[in-house]
């Protein structure tokens, strides 16, 4: 009777320590998708983030196509694209702005020639950008610079601010996650602590005693991490569900990572509070074991 009882009472600790890292996984791999998230809208708002460059008519096309190559060369520019007055004057947009024809009206196209740039991840320095703009108005055959500097300030702002929250809050979660699954851990291997000090006893190895709890620790960090993973997977199914707007489908790659991190993080972190749960027991002197 007492035999099943140790066997039900080690097989409940196990369970209980299973669960537990599987509900810090998920919770891990929550904020990593959040934050993850959170960097790569950063990226695409920034890239969202358009600036005019109007050109000079007597900017030659040679001259042009220099002046994009050098443009397109900066570690602040995403993309160039070249628009041509009549690209912009056949525009559908430009055409509802105005009653009249324009060009009818003036006998001439008056819009100039631009590049319109698309900004990198790399625009989140405002004061790169400024000095990007002072660089571009002082090279000849540029006539006019513009770009939203207030909405890109406030995009930084907020981003910036999000991230580094995020940061905090996910940092905090896994020192707290750590220390919660390192006592589940060893609350389990204190379970069986009758089977380590029998080892002992007998004469076995310090590897001997170890080796079993190793590898029933890759066991149970994997079953964690897919526990893990399904929640993660069910959350995220429901939410595309309620708000298909948020394109999680089309994150299918970055779920993915965070996905195989859970399972590598569900071992790594069960094998090394593992071998440091039983090592502290296999080291104690027989007579301390049930003192711990």
Not at 194 to 217: E, Q
Not at 279 to 285: A, E, L, Q, T
Request: glycine share 6%.
């Amino acid at each position: 009777m007492g035999s099943r009882d140790m066997k039900s009472r080690v097989r409940r600790s196990y369970t209980v320590s299973t669960i537990s890292i599987a509900l810090v996984l998920f919770v891990l791999g929550c904020i990593g998708y959040a934050i993850s998230s959170i960097y790569c809208a950063s990226k695409e708002a920034r890239k969202g983030v358009v600036m005019f460059v109007e050109l000079s008519d007597e900017l030659s096309d040679s001259e042009r196509d220099s002046l994009k190559s050098t443009i397109a060369a900066n570690p602040l520019v995403g993309s160039v694209k070249f628009m041509s007055k009549d690209e912009k004057l056949s525009d559908e947009q430009f055409r509802r702005a105005f009653d009249v024809d324009v060009k009818a009206l003036l006998d001439k196209n008056p819009l100039p020639d631009s590049f319109d740039i698309s900004l990198s991840e790399a625009a989140a320095d405002s004061e790169a950008v400024k000095g990007f703009v002072e660089q571009l108005k002082a090279i000849k055959g540029v006539d006019y610079v513009s770009y939203p500097e207030q909405l890109l300030t406030e995009v930084h702002s907020v981003l910036n601010t999000m991230q580094i929250l995020l940061l905090l809050f996910g940092g905090a979660m896994l020192i707290i996650s750590l220390v919660l699954l390192n006592n589940t851990i060893r609350l389990t291997i204190f379970a069986r602590r009758d089977a380590i000090n029998t080892m002992k006893l007998v004469g076995a190895t310090k590897w001997f005693i170890i080796k079993p709890f190793l590898g029933r620790s890759v066991l149970q960090g994997f079953i964690a991490g897919i526990v893990a993973t399904l929640l993660f997977a069910g959350a995220l199914a429901g939410i595309n569900h309620t708000m298909p707007q948020m394109g999680i489908l089309s994150q299918l790659e970055q779920i993915a990572i965070i996905a195989a991190a859970m399972v590598i993080v569900g071992v790594v972190v069960a094998v090394v509070f593992t071998a440091v749960a039983v090592s502290r027991f296999v080291n104690m002197r027989s007579n301390k074991i049930y003192m711990y």
